[in-house]
């Protein structure tokens, strides 16, 4: 019989080695597993994420769990109640995306940045089908320190924004668009094909990697660490 238990090691020590703490990928675990590896979440005393949580799997934790989360359906992610709000914090990182078919990318990454108290500002659909809508942006644009670019398609938004703003830009290719858009491996050549100079990348629908990247690039090789300190 399967025992839980035995089966999750939560790396508690994860917060100390790299500044950011383990997160639960969710959608690979058993009830029993996903229960488990969010209780040692809690009980490691730090952030606590969960990502790629299907509404039936936060339906199926435990109360005393399930009654200190904050869920939100679209971008699958579950984090601390006490992580949030985050008002008055300074907006440090925009989070863009090319069309709506984007946003739950850009969420999980939104919602990765405020587990560890980083606010943002979102901005979408500017895909460049309609590139007025990106310049009517890019007074806020220039003022940010990093961006996380999420397009899918041709994934042309990465080049334009990076070639438009003097921050980090991070790009993540997402699994929208038809036939050789193939799942998002379009989008994520043209990311690591990008003329625009230092263009970081992530995997396909990463948002969550996307995330960490901006949390040690804010942080400086630092803690990494805003909230639950």
């Known amino acids: ?48 994420l969960v990502t790629r949580m299907s509404e039936q799997q936060y339906a199926a934790l435990p109360d005393q769990y399930r009654s200190r989360l904050d869920y939100d359906l679209v971008s699958r992610t579950a984090l601390a109640s006490d992580c949030l709000p985050l008002a008055g914090a300074a907006v440090e990182v925009g989070v863009l995306t090319a069309g709506s078919a984007d946003v739950p990318v850009a969420r999980e990454a939104i919602r990765t940045l405020a587990c560890h108290g980083y606010a943002c500002v979102e901005i979408n659909d500017v895909g460049v089908a309609g ?23 041709e994934g042309a ?10 921050g980090v830009v991070i790009a993540v290719p997402t699994s929208t668009g038809y036939g050789v858009a193939a799942g998002g491996r379009a989008a994520l050549h ?7 100079p230092g263009v970081a990348v992530s995997n396909v629908d990463n948002g969550y990697g996307a995330a960490c990247l901006a949390i040690r690039v804010l942080s400086g090789g630092g803690t990494g660490i805003r909230c639950g300190d």
């Open 1 to 48: 019989m399967s025992d839980p238990v035995a089966e999750v090691r939560f790396d508690a020590a994860r917060r100390e080695r790299l500044g950011l703490p383990e997160a639960v990928l969710a959608d690979v675990k058993s009830p029993g597993q996903l229960a488990e590896a969010v209780r040692q979440a809690f009980d490691s005393g730090g952030p606590v």
């Open 131 to 153: 590139l007025w809508r990106v310049m009517e942006h890019r007074e806020t644009l220039v003022r940010l320190p990093v961006l996380i670019v999420c397009a899918g398609m």
């Open 157 to 166: 938004l990465f080049s334009v924004i990076a070639g438009l703003v003097p």
């Open 190 to 196: 043209a990311a690591l094909a990008s003329c625009a």
